[in-house]
């Protein structure tokens, strides 16, 4: 479908919206709307961090998916356990490919899955005893393990089970950090509540460990914060912020260690990557201990070159020398491979539908590559999220928060997108559609996106997607059955 005006996107809103009932067509109604450039605050015009419709088809996560997936999850010297029934915790586990370097099991426990696998008499008699048993059997097998996190699965916030009590006193015994970290399931409307949880834990027990402990720093001393290095993408990150001329101190979550995190506060400046899972600690820093922080965008070469000069005025003409030799070294190679692939994508269009940064931080991307976002939005984002994302998208484009299955596909059907970046929820019921799809919670399988190496691989992997003639090949099987009772009726 060609470009809508804003009175044909406003009009698609209100169609989609009349298969609801009443109800939750007053609430569906608030979390949709066509862009407006000229508009300040989101607030305005679409809600956002509000609790899902009952019976509608939400893509969200949990709080514990919030913290134990994301946040703690990828620090790969630490043991967290998942505690509660083993299957959040198998679900959990791996899940998005956050890369990390070291020796599974003796330096490194990411991809291992540790759970007290609640039975029935465990939410009968309470699970305390049990916990406090696996974390002496945990460091007796792994004793080079820094430290031990312990994410709370719904039933313990149910039956009461005192994990700061049972942290506290294993702490003392093991001679290491024991974390408890109170992100039930069912607490909050999604995954983001479970961010700021397990920031505010990163606060009480790990943030201020050496704040008495003398650190050989420098002038240029960075930390990387929201980068899950999925597919490897922090790597391809630090490659250009050290080629600058700063030193990385730390990175976390991915491929993070607990010394890094403890050392953050001794920086000069935080470097944060995804703002709704790491916004919390970087106020946190910034107010205790006076250290900026700065959000920037590594995806195309546009946004990453901004980013490399907006990071370089923090600092002084070496630094800022640094960044310009960094740019011009990449502009020939990047300008190569958008040459090669650009014809190939000019003019495609693309909807996301995606968590954390990725709907307004790939739209740069995409427009290196001749693309155009058509629509954008977010499962758990607040409203400093589309604040932000409005500038990002044209006008007259569609902006939704927490999209139902059904308005998805409904907007999909009528749009005509020639490619959908979303989630894995979403993949298979579009690839039956016959709709070009891109899993961008891990990159389906592939990466790094950040970075200039990153956009070698996305530009290559866009076009393998919206270029593949096998979705000309497929049809939706109930579009089938229509086509089939249409032949017959005739």
């Given at each position: 479908?060609s470009?809508l ?32 450039k ?11 961090n ?12 949990c ?5 134990k ?13 998942s505690?509660g ?13 956050n ?28 699970g ?26 719904c ?9 700061e009590?049972?942290a ?77 001329g ?9 491929d ?15 470097l944060l990557?995804c703002?709704?899972?790491?916004n ?24 990453i ?33 958008i ?8 003019g ?13 931080h790939?739209?740069g991307?995409y ?17 400093d ?6 500038k ?6 569609l902006?939704?928060?927490d ?7 409904e ?6 997108p020639?490619l ?10 579009f ?9 961008l ?22 076009d ?9 090949m497929?049809k939706?099987?109930?579009l ?11």
């Amino acid at each position: 479908m060609s470009e809508l005006t804003r009175e044909q996107a406003q009009a698609l809103i209100e169609e989609v919206l009349e298969v609801y009932p009443e109800k939750a067509k007053k609430d569906r109604a608030k979390h949709l709307m066509v862009n407006d450039k000229s508009i300040e605050q989101s607030k305005k015009c679409i809600t956002s961090n509000r609790k899902s419709v009952p019976g509608v088809m939400t893509q969200r996560g949990c709080a514990y998916a919030g913290s134990k997936g994301v946040v703690w999850g990828p620090i790969k010297d630490i043991i967290d356990i998942s505690h509660g029934p083993v299957g959040c915790g198998a679900y959990s586990r791996g899940g998005r490919r956050n890369y990390y370097s070291g020796t599974s099991g003796v330096d490194s426990f990411c991809d291992i899955n540790f759970t007290s696998d609640f039975q029935e008499k465990d939410i009968v008699f309470g699970g305390d005893k049990k916990l406090a048993v696996l974390i002496d059997e945990l460091e007796a097998l792994f004793p080079l393990s820094r430290g031990i996190s312990v994410q709370s699965e719904c039933p313990v916030g149910l039956i009461g089970d005192d994990i700061e009590a049972v942290a506290k006193k294993k702490s003392a015994e093991i001679g290491k950090v024991v974390i408890p970290v109170r992100c039930e399931g069912f607490r909050g409307v999604s995954q983001s509540l479970g961010h700021h949880i397990a920031n505010d834990a990163v606060r009480d027990f790990i943030i201020s460990n050496r704040d008495d402990v003398a650190f050989e720093g420098t002038p240029y001393d960075v930390a990387i914060l929201g980068d899950y290095n999925i597919g490897g993408d922090a790597w391809s990150s630090r490659i250009l912020l050290e080629e600058m001329g700063l030193r990385v101190v730390a990175q976390w979550s991915g491929d993070g260690t607990l010394a890094e995190m403890e050392n953050t506060p001794k920086v000069k400046l935080n470097l944060l990557h995804c703002y709704r899972s790491m916004n919390y600690i970087a106020r946190h820093m910034e107010e205790k201990y006076a250290i900026p922080w700065l959000e920037y965008n590594f995806f195309g070469p546009t946004k990453i070159a901004e980013s490399l000069r907006d990071i370089a005025s923090h600092f002084d003409e070496t630094i800022q020398a640094g960044a310009e030799r960094v740019i011009a070294k990449y502009t020939p190679a990047m300008n190569a491979i958008i040459a090669k692939f650009k014809p190939r994508l000019q003019g495609k269009k693309v909807m996301l539908y995606v968590g954390g940064l990725r709907p307004r931080h790939t739209i740069g991307a995409y427009e290196d590559l001749g693309m155009e976002v058509i629509g954008a939005g977010y499962e758990f984002a607040h409203n400093d999220d589309y604040d932000r994302t409005m500038k990002e998208m044209k006008d007259a484009t569609l902006i939704y928060d927490d999209v139902t299955g059904y308005e998805f596909e409904e907007f999909v059907r009528v749009l005509k997108p020639d490619l959908i970046g979303s989630g894995i929820k979403e993949k298979y019921a579009f690839h039956k559609m016959g709709v070009p799809f891109r899993q961008l919670h891990s990159w389906d399988y592939s990466g790094p996106y950040h970075g200039f190496d990153g956009f070698a691989v996305f530009a290559r992997d866009m076009d393998m997607t919206v270029n593949n003639p096998c979705w000309g090949m497929l049809k939706a099987p109930w579009l089938k059955d229509e086509a089939e009772g249409e032949q017959k009726a005739a």
